[in-house]
């Protein structure tokens, strides 16, 4: 468990970090929100497994940086609170700047 109250925040910060990451690639697996990112036809098969993979590996570290932060019933707590706020912000640019979430699929090439 992390001793300095800054080192907690840190580990924190990281974990929303992960999990809006987490949940802007779950989104962006869907062909609505692919389009509404990339101006693009929807991503091939591949792409959408990667994003689906690569969403659920950062939701998962979030979930183990929680478990670092904090013993583990307040982590879980914790991060489900995460979870809450990541799908917020994911909302909310998908709904106003969706363009700002295409630097986590620069990767991805637009068909």
């Excluded at 925040?9 to 802007?24: I, P, R, V």
């Excluded at 690569?54 to 583990?72: K, S, V």
């Excluded at 707590?77 to 295409?102: C, D, Y």
Aim: aromatic content about 8%; glycine content about 6%.
């Amino acid at each position: 468990m992390p001793d300095a109250p800054f080192t907690k925040a840190a580990l924190l910060a990281a974990a929303l970090l992960c999990s809006t990451c987490g949940l802007a690639w779950l989104a962006l697996a869907l062909d609505a929100h692919w389009e509404q990112v990339k101006g693009a036809a929807a991503a091939g098969v591949g792409t959408r497994r990667a994003l689906r993979l690569g969403g659920a590996l950062a939701l998962l570290a979030a979930l183990l940086i929680c478990l670092r932060a904090d013993h583990a019933t307040m982590a879980v707590l914790v991060w489900v609170m995460l979870l809450a706020a990541g799908a917020l912000m994911v909302a909310f640019t998908l709904s106003w700047r969706p363009r700002w979430l295409a630097p986590l699929v620069a990767w991805a090439p637009a068909r």
